[in-house]
């Protein structure tokens, strides 16, 4: 996508559907993006693949979709196991051990949801699994699917407070079996596609990984970092963007939309056309257009 005349594309490379815990379903999703004024959108849901389809099938004309999701993985470097997450982006839906990986870490997901639940009824909270698990209606449940339920139970206000210290933050936050990043990252490599680090530096969101990391995990076959994302300062955004440059990875922009489960929207951080030409050439599957 080269656009010498004209304003340059508007490419979002990270955002979720109900196929996990975004509330816009997949069509919804594609539609909304070509209406933010997008040219390319990449659907990225936890630890799935089940959006892809229903989002091609939706495709606006005008708008390309990149394949992709987020694997929920962990650096066991230093104890407790520090837990990040890693973009993939156009690889293989079937090769058999990523499809076995994603499927145990979506178990492994209900097993982790189950466990804040019983952990918030032992302290007399009323929140009831089954409506949680309802509530993410066949998606991958996450803990915004639990903050839904506190929200119901009118215990917290908004999504932001239930993962606020008292809640799922701190007080009722657990850990799941995430994929070994190292194995993530030879595993999407293996699959054809393509691993971008997302929100590598998100103080905000508790601990993050060292440099000296992410250094051997360009060498194991990271090829980007998401430098310019909403849960970065400008500091971090430029000290990913200089890493980034050191290490010769690609580097992206994007919102993480989630629906009404975030208030960010559709295009708030986007990426340059080059990375998204990187992307492209290096990922196994085709970018659908509509
Ligand atoms: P989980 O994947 O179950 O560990 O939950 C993590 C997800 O919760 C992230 O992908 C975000 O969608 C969401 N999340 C994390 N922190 C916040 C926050 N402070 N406010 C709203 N959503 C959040
Ligand atoms: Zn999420
Ligand atoms: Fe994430
Ligand atoms: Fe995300």
Redesign the pocket.
């Known amino acids: 996508m080269t656009s010498r005349t004209g304003p340059a594309p508007r490419i979002d490379l990270h955002t ?1 559907s109900t196929a996990s ?1 975004g509330t816009l379903s997949p069509p919804e999703l594609v539609r909304a993006a070509s209406r933010a004024g997008l040219d390319v959108l990449a659907i990225t849901d ?1 630890d799935t693949t089940a959006g892809w389809e229903p989002a091609v099938r939706a495709l606006p004309p005008g708008l390309r979709l990149i394949r992709g999701a987020e694997l ?1 993985c962990r650096w066991s470097g230093v104890q407790p196991a520090v837990p990040l997450h890693l973009l993939a982006y156009l690889f293989d839906p079937d090769h058999p051990e990523l499809v076995d990986e994603l499927t145990r870490v979506r178990a492994a ?1 209900e097993e982790r949801g189950e466990r804040i639940v019983a952990l918030l009824r032992a302290d007399g909270i009323d929140v009831h699994w089954p409506d949680i698990l309802a509530g993410a209606g066949g998606g991958t449940v ?3 699917h639990i903050a839904q339920a506190l929200i119901r139970a009118g215990l917290v206000g908004s ?2 407070e239930a ?1 606020g210290p008292d809640w799922l ?1 701190e007080r009722y936050r657990l850990p799941k079996e995430d994929i070994d990043v190292f194995h993530a990252v030879r595993l999407v490599r293996a699959a054809g596609g393509v691993p971008v680090f997302a929100h590598p530096r998100a103080t905000r ?1 508790g601990r993050v990984v060292p440099d000296e990391l992410i250094a051997e995990l360009a060498a194991a076959g990271l090829a980007g970092l998401e430098a310019d994302h909403e849960d970065h300062s400008p500091a971090e955004q430029a000290h990913v963007r200089a890493l980034a440059a050191e290490l010769g990875l690609l580097v992206t922009g994007s919102s993480d939309f ?1 629906g009404t ?2 208030t960010v929207q559709l295009g708030a951080f986007t990426t340059g056309v080059e990375a998204y030409e990187r992307i492209v050439d290096a990922g196994v599957t085709e970018v659908a257009s509509g």
Do not use: E, L, V
Request: aromatic share 6%.
């Open positions: 979720h815990d936890h929920s997901r996450g803990r915004p999504t932001g993962f933050g969101r989630h489960h975030k």
